[in-house]
């Protein structure tokens, strides 16, 4: 098999999660992964994009996706067979605090003399923890790492040893690589100062053809996949920032959360007219929509303007996020640059007040306009989000949020529509290090039950989410959280069914499922309150069977959030065009240059 110089895995969120029997709830109901979070973080790509620009050669193994497509998959035995220069591993988001830790003493354990490398977003936040494993022996902090990260790579590559002894000039290289955090032969921690920060995202790509050659080159389509059903539903992403204006309270990916952990000072945009190229690069293998990550006006109207100027014309779906109420006239310029788009806003609560206290700006009636313009303009569909577990929000003001979005149903109904569609899902499972909330959590009302990262990583093993959140706050307690989420999820199933925004079958089938997972909630609380740790652990091994199947999409049928797609998964044949074609103008470059 052939070498490479990075490897990157992915670890599933729990590492053995296949023999574990974990009520995980709705934690995932609203996002493409399952409760595993097999999706790998979307710096994957950029990463093995960059350093493979740079002539380097880099692997992406899901390992997360393996598992839970295949029963039998043995992760050592497809460790063991790896051969890289240098493995990185994500923990970017803390629900992989397990997981990741699990993996890489795996990888220690079969590549003891292969160095190790931790980044993402909790890395940046835990890097001291980290650098103190055995397993970990290199942590990059900071949210744009793939400059660092290719000095790195070719350092390890080039015969760069592990732990340099502190007066070498190795030690001096590795000291010169910014934002990393690396141990010397004494076992002393040195982490460099944070000070590779782009102000923009100009020297990224987040180009999928290095996915695709990848795939070809490895042969090993499996490994790549980025969620269990991208097959099927191939929803991509693209992306306008790294950073936010924002400071919503719980949010690792906050403008607080960005200056503290990463030392960013303003958000970093990509080139509207890049945005768009990097858009219709995805558009020419894959049928699927493109979803936008940051709202397309964080950078202004002129930047939104631009963006639309150069996408124009562009049919496939396209989703985009709302951040804030929108000027009167903004859809129907989308409309007119991408006929085929979908609105998300994030509403939080149909109460101002609960939004407010967030760090939503907006109110109820400002964001009803936008909804209406849109609406007006055309907009395939409409997703609305809200959440439980915020600050200022009691189980009562839950309720009323399912009122709200029962009204608006019964608005929109009465027009003919259903294209407005409300979700309703818990903060979990837990309040993102870094945030305000985390940082300062009486100040904003929440109960924190974890703080180190040893505490999230045990957690994460506790048999019902009830356990696994790991916070409370001022106004619900963690049974009222779970209370409250699953009545409002059950109320919200029904009014859709009630507005045949759902099938009645599907309404059925979603009600049925929270009811089980009702049941066994209040079934593991029992559980958990055995003193004897062997009928404790023997009980839960009885329920498993029922805990699996009550996993998957508790509170809302996943298959919600899609949009009908013209067909359905990847198309090889173009995908192979499109490789063909990268190969043929690396070749042509290459001849040009020697010639
Ligand atoms: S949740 Fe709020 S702070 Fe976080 S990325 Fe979204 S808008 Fe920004």
């Keep these: 098999m052939s070498s490479s110089d990075l490897i990157l895995l992915h670890a599933p969120s729990v590492y053995d999660f296949r023999g574990q029997s974990i009520l995980y709830g709705p934690v995932s109901d609203l996002v493409p992964s399952t409760p595993v979070f097999e999706m790998y973080p979307i710096g994957f790509t950029t990463i093995a994009e960059y350093l493979e620009r740079h002539g380097l050669r880099v692997r992406i193994v899901n390992l997360a996706v393996r598992m839970l497509e295949e029963p039998n998959y043995d992760v050592e035995r497809q460790i063991s067979k790896l051969s890289a220069a240098l493995f990185g591993i994500d923990l970017h988001w803390l629900p992989h605090a397990h997981g990741s830790i699990e993996v890489a003493r795996v990888v220690k354990r079969l590549h003891p003399r292969t160095p190790i490398l931790f980044g993402g977003f909790s890395s940046t936040?835990?890097?001291l923890d980290l650098i103190g494993r055995?397993?970990?022996?290199?942590?990059?902090?900071?949210?744009?790492?793939?400059?660092?990260?290719?000095?790195?790579?070719?350092?390890?590559?080039?015969?760069?040893?592990m732990h340099p002894s502190p007066s070498s000039a190795e030690a001096r290289r590795l000291a010169a690589i910014p934002n990393l955090v690396w141990r010397d032969s004494e076992n002393q921690p040195h982490a460099n100062p944070l000070t590779y920060s782009p102000e923009n995202l100009d020297d990224i790509l987040l180009d999928y053809t290095y996915v695709l050659k990848a795939v070809v080159r490895y042969r090993d389509l499996a490994s790549f996949i980025p969620f269990r059903a991208w097959m099927r539903y191939p929803i991509?992403?693209?992306l306008s920032v790294r950073g936010c204006r924002y400071n919503c309270t719980t949010c690792g990916g906050s403008a607080c959360a960005f200056a503290k952990l990463h030392g960013r000072k303003k958000p970093a945009f990509r080139k509207p007219e890049d945005l768009a190229n990097d858009i219709r690069r995805i558009g020419r293998f894959s049928p699927g929509p493109i979803f936008i990550l940051g709202d397309i006006r964080q950078a202004g109207d002129a930047y939104a303007e631009r963006f639309l100027d150069a996408i124009s014309g562009y049919k496939k779906p396209v989703f985009l996020e709302l951040f804030d109420a929108t000027p009167p006239g903004f859809f129907k310029k989308v409309a007119r640059a991408l006929p085929h788009f979908t609105v998300e806003i994030s509403l939080e609560s149909h109460d101002d007040d609960v939004r407010r206290m967030f760090g939503r700006p907006y109110t109820?009636?400002?964001?009803?306009?936008?909804?209406?313009?849109?609406?007006?303009?055309?907009?395939?569909?409409?997703?609305?989000?809200?959440?439980?577990?915020l600050r200022?929000?009691?189980?009562?003001?839950v309720m009323g949020t399912v009122d709200y979005s029962g009204r608006l149903l019964a608005r929109y109904g009465a027009r003919g529509e259903s294209r407005v569609i409300p979700f309703i899902s818990p903060l979990a499972p837990f309040v993102d290090p870094g945030s305000r909330a985390f940082e300062e959590p009486e100040r904003y009302g929440y109960r924190l039950f974890c703080r180190t990262l040893e505490e999230h990583r045990q957690a994460l093993l506790a048999p019902s989410w009830k356990y696994v959140l790991n916070y409370e706050t001022e106004w619900m307690s963690r049974d009222q959280i779970v209370a409250s989420t699953?009545?409002?999820?059950r109320r919200l199933n029904l009014l859709k069914a009630e507005y045949g925004v759902i099938d009645a079958a599907v309404a059925q089938a979603t009600d049925k499922r929270i009811a089980k997972a009702v049941a066994l909630s209040q079934e593991i609380d029992g559980v958990v309150a055995i003193a004897d740790p062997d009928e404790r652990r023997a009980r839960l091994r009885a329920l498993k069977p029922q805990?699996?199947?009550?996993?998957?999409?508790?509170v809302c049928d996943k298959r919600e959030l899609e949009v009908p797609l013209k067909h359905a998964g990847v198309d090889f044949v173009q995908a192979a065009h499109v490789v063909a074609q990268e190969w043929w103008k690396g070749l042509t470059k290459e001849s040009a240059r020697s010639a």
């Design 364 to 389: 109820t009636a400002a964001i009803e306009k936008s909804i209406d313009d849109a609406l007006d303009a055309g907009c395939r569909r409409l997703d609305l989000f809200f959440m439980t577990g």
């Design 392 to 397: 200022g929000q009691t189980y009562e003001s």
């Design 236 to 238: 991509t992403a693209a």
């Design 547 to 554: 805990v699996d199947t009550a996993n998957l999409s508790t």
């Design 125 to 127: 936040y835990f890097y």
């Design 486 to 489: 699953y009545e409002a999820g």
């Design 134 to 161: 055995p397993e970990v022996d290199f942590v990059m902090r900071g949210d744009s790492t793939e400059g660092p990260t290719l000095e790195l790579t070719q350092y390890i590559s080039s015969g760069g040893a």
